[in-house]
């Protein structure tokens, strides 16, 4: 960038916007981890503790320990995947522009 385009702002205009993206990406990594866990707690509680007590017995504290690694495993590669097509799509969209 020249020493006219400096003068004009842009930068400053550039580093606010990055660090408002920054921020939107950091509120948004923090919604989905809370989805998932309300979403774990849910299916694994229904599905572990079919009468609730005043502590887990070590049969359901097992199977809730298995169901929330499972769950979250699942949910490391349908995030891996849907982000590296959203890349995809990203890299395609950018060369369709370059033509």
């Not at 580093?15 to 809370?34: P, Y």
């Amino acid at each position: 960038m020249d020493s006219f385009s400096k003068q004009l702002g842009f930068d400053q205009v550039s580093n606010q916007k990055e660090a408002i993206m920054n921020q939107v990406k950091q509120e948004a990594a923090v919604a989905n981890a809370r989805q998932l866990i309300e979403k774990v707690n849910d299916h694994c509680y229904e599905k572990c503790v079919p009468k609730p007590g005043s502590s887990l017995s070590k049969g359901e504290s097992t199977c809730f320990t298995q169901c929330m690694e499972k769950y979250m495993a699942a949910w490391n590669v349908v995030s891996r995947q849907y982000i590296g097509r959203i890349q995809h799509e990203q890299g395609q969209q950018g060369l369709a522009g370059g033509m």
